[in-house]
Antibody, heavy 121, light 107 residues
Framework: EVQLLESGGTLVQPGGSLRLSCAAS????????MNWVRQAPGKGLEWVSS????????YYADSVKGRFSVSRDNSKNILHLQMDSLRAEDTAVYYC??????????????WGLGTLVTVSS | DIQMTQSPSSLSASVGDRVTITCRTS??????LNWYQHKPGKVPKLLIY???NLYSGVPSRFSGSGSGTDFTLTISGLQPEDFATYYC?????????FGQGTKVTIK
């Protein structure tokens, strides 16, 4: 059974940094692209970022490009999202999600429960 | 970037009704359109991938259609467990994007 468990969400001041993690199990982690999706309070889903199975290729939403960085450690089955220069509009529940394939893949078939990031002074 | 327009933003329906949700993209995305169901307090679930393919375990009352820039999710015979918010997603090109969502509530 696929399991994804996010951690690292907390209250942070505007301009601050935060690193989210997602521990994966139940599948061959390195064979699948992984994505981050967020949902701001009362809003819809917003795709944030994707990383290829081998960690070489990354993609970002325009809203986070240059501020967020996705990475993965395939030896530990962990996905990370480094978030810098945080803004109030980054406040959201952040979900880690497994893609259905391992190359340029954004279809998401398994999701974690999410971790809440609040950006506020 | 590809823009998504999903409609309606909400609808009210009764158990047994046929419900249709539409999704329009700002440019052709071939067959790279998915649909998700999201209930409060739960994680999103993949319902349909690549326009019309039912994901594993999804009831057959859900169906998808469309091509190019116009796509449709249909629920034939709405069930109590189907009241949720539905999102389309384009996976044709990065950045991927979701529609704004359609909240289906009980009439």
């Amino acid at each position: 059974e696929v399991q994804l468990l996010e951690s690292g969400g907390t209250l942070v001041q505007p301009g601050g940094s935060l690193r989210l993690s997602c521990a994966a199990s139940g599948f061959t982690f390195s064979s699948y692209d992984m994505n981050w999706v967020r949902q701001a309070p009362g809003k819809g889903l917003e795709w944030v970022s994707s990383i290829s199975g081998n960690g070489v290729i990354t993609y970002y939403a325009d809203s986070v490009k240059g501020r967020f960085s996705v990475s993965r450690d395939n030896s530990k089955n962990i996905l990370h999202l480094q978030m810098d220069s945080l803004r109030a509009e980054d406040t959201a529940v952040y979900y880690c999600a497994k893609a259905t394939c391992g190359s340029y893949c954004f279809s998401l078939d398994s999701w974690g429960l999410g971790t809440l990031v609040t950006v506020s002074s | 970037d590809i823009q998504m327009t999903q409609s309606p933003s909400s609808l009210s329906a009764s158990v047994g009704d046929r419900v249709t949700i539409t999704c329009r993209t700002s440019q052709s995305i071939s067959g790279y359109l998915n649909w998700y169901q999201h209930k409060p307090g739960k994680v999103p679930k993949l319902l349909i991938y690549n326009v019309y393919n039912l994901y594993s375990g999804v009831p057959s009352r859900f169906s998808g259609s469309g091509s190019g820039t116009d796509f449709t999710l249909t629920i034939s015979g709405l069930q109590p467990e189907d009241f949720a918010t539905y999102y389309c997603q384009q996976t044709y090109r990065s950045p991927s994007a979701f529609g704004q969502g359609t909240k289906v509530t009980i009439k």
